[in-house]
């Protein structure tokens, strides 16, 4: 599967963007989606993940609440809406599939990646 991740841009505090990831080449569905961003500087993190089953969500401490993954299967598509950003939010984003059925958190489980999307957040 190929990903091809969208939406990123510059914004300012407290406002709202939506990430999509979009799938080719096989049914998005079918695989695990994570959301990752590394910001300058500092290592790669997990975000979010969503597993086949949009029950199966994970969400790192620092998206809880205000971020929020979801599926569009018709559109092979994998959203991840941000609201009330912040400018520690500031990074590239990354958008990874894996094989497995649930949301994983480990970047070592993820074994297709799309490139990034900047996020940039002023205060």
């Known amino acids: 599967v190929q990903l091809q991740a969208s939406g990123g841009g510059l914004v300012q505090a407290g406002d709202s963007l939506t990430l999509s990831c979009e799938g080719s080449?096989?049914?998005?569905?079918?695989?695990?989606v994570g959301w990752f961003r590394q910001a300058p500087g500092k290592e790669r993190e997990f975000v979010v993940s969503?597993?086949?089953?949009?029950?199966?969500?994970s969400y790192a401490d620092s998206a809880k609440g205000r971020f929020t993954i979801s599926r569009d299967v018709a559109k092979n598509t994998v959203y991840l809406q941000m609201n009330g950003l912040k400018p520690e939010d500031t990074a590239v984003y990354y958008c990874?599939?894996?094989?497995?059925?649930?949301?994983?958190?480990?970047?070592?489980?993820?074994?297709?990646w799309g490139q990034g999307t900047q996020v940039t957040v002023s205060s």
């Open positions: 990874a599939a894996s094989r497995r059925s649930t949301a994983v958190n480990e970047d070592t489980d993820y074994a297709f």
């Open positions: 080449g096989r049914a998005l569905w079918n695989y695990a």
């Open positions: 969503i597993g086949w089953s949009s029950e199966s969500t």
